[in-house]
C-alpha cells in the first residue's frame, strides 16, 4: 500500500512540487499545487473509517486528483 509520504517523495520527483498544508482546521490535509499556477491537482486527507462506509477505528489517508474533463 502506498503512504502519503511515497506520493510526497513521487510528487517532488517528478513534478518538483512539495505538499502544503493550507487548513487550520485540518492540519493534516496536504494539498498538491501546480509551480505555475498553484491550483492544486491532488488533496491528501485523513479520514476515519466509518466516513467510508468501512470499520476501523484508525484513520486512513485518501488522495483525491483532479484530471482534467475530456
Known sequence: MLTREDIF??????????PD??????????????????KWYGLVMNVLPEKL?????DEIDILN????PK
Open 53 to 57: 462506509g468501512l470499520d476501523g477505528d
Open 21 to 38: 498544508y493550507p487548513f487550520q482546521k485540518f492540519p493534516n490535509y496536504a494539498a498538491l499545487r501546480h509551480e505555475s499556477n498553484e
Open 65 to 68: 486528483l483532479k484530471s482534467p
Open 9 to 18: 517523495k513521487h510528487v517532488k520527483e517528478n513534478f518538483g512540487t512539495s
